[in-house]
C-alpha cells in the first residue's frame, strides 16, 4: 500500500540548468498538488493538478515553473534555469476527490533541492 | 504577510505531562484548520482538524481548540509520549477559494522528554 512517491530525494543542479521532480500519487488519488517548503519557513501551495489538467496554478511563480500530471505517468513538476532561491523542498500531496477534500492532503517525503 | 503564525519554534515536555501548541491566524475567510506533525526527513501527516463551526475537535489524546473571536487554535496532547518528537504545522483553509490551499505556519518543534 504505497503513499505518495517522490523522486529524487535529493537534486543538485548548478544555475542555469532544469530541475525535473517527479511524483505518484497515492493509488485511487486522482488530484495533486505541489508544495514548497523554504528554509525556515512553512509550507507553500504552488499548483493543483489532476490528470491532463493545471486546476489551480495561482501559487507557482509565473516564469521557469510548469507542472503537469499526464494522462500516464508521474506528475512533473519542472524548473528550468534554476537559480539558489529555489533551494528548498518540494513536497507533492495527492488526494482521492475535492468536493469532499477538507484539506487533508496525504504528503511525500519531499524532494530536495539544493542549487549551487 | 503571515497569515498563519505560530509563535514559538520549539517547546519542551515531560513525558506524560501536558504539551500545549499554539496558532494565530489572521485572515477571517479561513474556515478549517488542521494540524500535520512532521519528522526529520518525511512529508508532514495529518493529525487533527476542526471546522470553525466547532469550538473542540478530539481525537483519542489529541485535541484542538478553536476560538474564532481571538483567531487562535491550539493543540494539546495528553499525554505526551517520546515519540510525539516532531514538527507540528498548524495550517488553515479559505473553502471559498479552494480547500486544497492550505496556508502553513512556520511548525513548532516538540521535544517530549523521557
Known amino acids: 500500500n504505497a503513499g505518495v512517491m517522490q523522486n529524487p530525494r535529493h537534486l543538485v543542479r548548478r544555475r542555469g540548468q532544469e530541475a525535473r521532480l517527479r511524483c505518484s500519487p497515492m493509488?485511487?488519488?486522482?488530484?495533486v498538488y505541489w508544495y514548497r517548503q523554504l528554509p525556515e519557513e512553512g509550507l507553500k501551495f504552488m499548483v493543483y493538478?489532476?490528470?491532463?489538467?493545471?486546476?489551480?496554478e495561482s501559487g507557482m511563480p509565473k516564469e521557469r515553473f510548469s507542472a503537469e500530471f499526464p494522462k500516464e505517468g508521474p506528475s512533473i513538476l519542472r524548473i528550468q534555469q534554476v537559480v539558489r532561491g529555489d533551494s528548498a523542498a518540494y513536497f507533492c500531496?495527492?488526494?482521492?476527490?475535492?468536493?469532499?477534500?477538507?484539506?487533508?492532503?496525504?504528503f511525500g517525503e519531499g524532494s530536495r533541492l539544493t542549487v549551487l | 504577510d503571515q497569515q498563519v503564525k505560530q509563535n514559538s519554534p520549539s517547546l519542551s515536555v515531560q513525558e506524560g505531562r501536558i504539551s500545549i501548541l499554539n496558532c494565530d491566524y489572521t485572515?477571517?475567510?479561513?474556515?478549517?484548520f488542521l494540524w500535520y506533525k512532521k519528522y526529520p526527513a518525511e512529508g508532514p501527516t495529518f493529525l487533527i482538524s476542526?471546522?470553525?463551526?466547532?469550538d473542540k475537535n478530539e481525537d483519542g489524546r489529541f485535541t484542538v481548540f478553536l476560538n474564532k473571536s481571538a483567531k487562535h487554535l491550539s493543540l494539546h496532547i495528553v499525554p505526551s509520549q517520546p515519540g510525539d518528537s516532531a514538527v507540528y504545522f498548524c495550517?488553515?483553509?479559505?473553502?471559498?477559494?479552494?480547500?486544497?490551499?492550505?496556508?502553513f505556519g512556520k511548525g513548532t518543534k516538540l521535544s517530549v522528554i523521557p
Open positions: 485572515n477571517s475567510m479561513f474556515d478549517y
Open positions: 476542526i471546522s470553525s463551526i466547532k
Open positions: 500531496a495527492s488526494s482521492p476527490w475535492t468536493e469532499a477534500n477538507t484539506g487533508e492532503l496525504f
Open positions: 493538478l489532476q490528470k491532463e489538467n493545471i486546476i489551480d
Open positions: 495550517a488553515a483553509s479559505d473553502s471559498g477559494a479552494g480547500s486544497y490551499q492550505l496556508t
Open positions: 493509488k485511487g488519488h486522482s488530484h
